[in-house]
């Protein structure tokens, strides 16, 4: 079913982007100074929560897909 795959997809580049996000923050800590660092702590937090509620509505997608899946063969049957 392709809408799974869009939606398993869609969770794998939700996760790649929260761990580039994460590893970045890591990142801002590490620093020398904090001052000088080029990482937006902002921007983190907004692409965290961004990749966050991606990830949701994409498990729902798949969730709302297996449900209607499961409702047309117990049509079937």
């Known amino acids: 079913m392709q809408v799974l795959a869009t939606?398993?997809?869609g969770m794998?580049?939700?996760a790649d982007r929260l761990?580039?996000?994460a590893q970045r923050t890591a990142?801002?800590?590490a620093e020398q100074?904090?001052?000088e660092s080029k990482i937006d702590l902002a921007h983190e937090a907004v692409e965290q929560i961004s990749a966050k509620t991606d990830f949701k509505a994409?498990?729902?997608v798949a969730k709302t897909a297996d449900e209607m899946m499961g409702?047309?063969?117990d049509m079937k049957v």
Do not use: D, Y
């Open 58 to 60: 994409n498990a729902e």
């Open 12 to 14: 794998f580049a939700a």
């Open 27 to 29: 990142a801002w800590g």
């Open 7 to 9: 939606a398993a997809a």
């Open 33 to 35: 100074t904090q001052a």
């Open 19 to 21: 761990s580039a996000s």
């Open 71 to 73: 409702a047309l063969l």
